[in-house]
Each structure stands twice: as structure tokens, then as C-alpha cells.
């Protein structure tokens, strides 16, 4: 599986787009990036995946250069409730369904 | 009720208890998972379970017993625990067990386990 990397921490303000980066200079070529937020005491939910260029949902975009090995999530105009932790991982297309977490990142959004 | 429901939510135990956690999941899937996040580290996986078969156990000690008796239940049962065990347990479902596109896990609110 890809090791991934990214930021330990990031601060942002209210209303600020926050754009957080992953490298993931391993992954394969049937390999999807996808992104979980987890707020304190809760379990992570799913927020978007991709394989390449560009995804966007209502939450979030997800960037994916063409070499894939690295992603940028993208939060438009985060609000105090942003306040999470954001892993990316990389998951294998057709293997186990199996999510290995790194130490993500700390999004503090400021008032 | 929806999604995945894990009971209790907090507990307490002693090291020489016995005590389960629950997991229940309204999503119609077919596999489940345990996790363990302890603080400052990140989320293990501990126990993989595909259509009530248990498809991987990560090393764990066997003071932790899985149990799925169906595809919607998911048990951990708990023995002997020492204080390190002390950590946020969380359940997770997916619709199947092979990732494919958008096979997200869903995961419950975890439970908050505390050995003393």
C-alpha cells in the first residue's frame, strides 16, 4: 500500500479556503486517493476520492496532478465547524477494502 | 435507526472484567471492521470480517475476541484488559469487502474504553 504523507497541523480563518496536500510518491496504477475528516470522539467520515485531475462534491475538491504523486483536498470557505482531522489515504482499486490511516492533519479554523 | 450504531458508548472496566462492545450496522452490508485509536496515534485496524468470516486479525492479543454472528453484528469482547488497552474503539461497514470506487466505510462513533 502507498505511504502517504501530510502536514501535521494547518491553521486557517472563517471563510478562508483551506487547501491541504498529500504526497503519495509510491502509488500504483490501480490506486484511488481518498480523503476522511474526523472530529473529536468520533468515528472518520468519507469526504471525496479520486483516481485523477479533478473531483469536486459539495463538501470539498480533490486535485490530482497527472502524475498522481500528490493530491491537494481543497475546503472552500471553512467555517469553526471545519475543525477536524483530514487523513488521505490511498486505497488499492479490487484488493481488500483496507484503510491503513497515517497521523493526518489538524485543520484549526480560527473565528 | 441509520448507519452504524456502537454500545456503549463509554465503559469503564477493571483488568481482571469481562465486558463486549457491540456494533450494528442498518446499511445492508456485507463487511465489517474494529479499529482501535489510541491517543496520539493513529487508527489500527484490528479485526476484518467478510459475510460473517473473519478475513484478517492484525496481531492482536487474544485478551480481544471478535464475534459476528450476521452480517449485521459485529461483538468485541474484552478479558483481562491491561491500561494501555485504554483507547476509542470504532466499528466500521462497507457494502463489500474488495475496495472498488466510492466503497467508502462507514464508521460508527466508537466507543471510549477505559481500563483502570
Same mark, same amino acid.
Given at each position: 500500500l502507498a505511504k502517504t504523507t501530510q502536514p501535521i497541523s494547518m491553521d486557517s480563518y472563517e471563510g478562508q479556503e483551506v487547501n491541504i496536500t498529500c504526497s503519495h #510518491?509510491?502509488?500504483?496504477? #490501480?490506486d484511488y486517493i481518498t480523503w476522511y475528516q474526523q472530529f473529536p470522539s468520533q468515528g472518520p467520515r468519507f469526504i471525496i476520492q479520486g483516481y485523477k485531475t479533478k473531483v469536486t462534491n459539495e463538501v470539498a475538491s480533490l486535485f490530482i496532478p497527472a502524475d498522481r504523486k500528490s493530491s491537494t483536498l481543497s475546503l472552500p470557505r471553512v467555517s469553526l465547524s471545519d475543525t477536524a482531522v483530514y487523513y488521505c489515504l490511498v486505497v488499492s482499486g479490487g484488493a481488500t477494502n483496507k484503510l491503513i490511516f497515517g497521523t493526518g492533519t489538524l485543520l484549526a479554523v480560527q473565528p | 435507526e441509520t448507519g452504524v450504531t456502537q454500545t456503549p458508548r463509554h465503559l469503564v472496566m477493571g483488568m481482571t472484567n469481562k465486558k463486549s462492545l457491540k456494533c450494528e450496522q442498518h446499511l445492508g452490508h456485507n463487511a465489517m471492521y474494529w479499529y482501535k485509536q489510541s491517543a496520539k496515534k493513529p487508527l489500527e485496524l484490528m479485526f476484518v470480517y467478510s459475510l460473517e468470516e473473519?478475513?484478517?486479525?492484525?496481531?492482536?492479543?487474544?485478551r480481544f475476541s471478535p464475534e459476528c454472528p450476521n452480517s449485521s453484528h459485529l461483538f468485541l469482547h474484552l478479558h483481562?484488559?491491561?491500561?494501555?488497552?485504554?483507547a476509542l474503539y470504532l466499528c466500521a461497514s462497507s457494502q463489500d469487502l474488495l475496495a472498488a470506487i466510492y466503497n467508502e466505510q462507514f464508521f460508527g462513533p466508537g466507543t471510549r474504553l477505559t481500563v483502570l
Open positions: #510518491n509510491n502509488i500504483a496504477t #490501480n | 473473519r478475513v484478517e486479525n492484525n496481531s492482536v492479543p487474544s483481562t484488559l491491561q491500561p494501555e488497552d485504554s
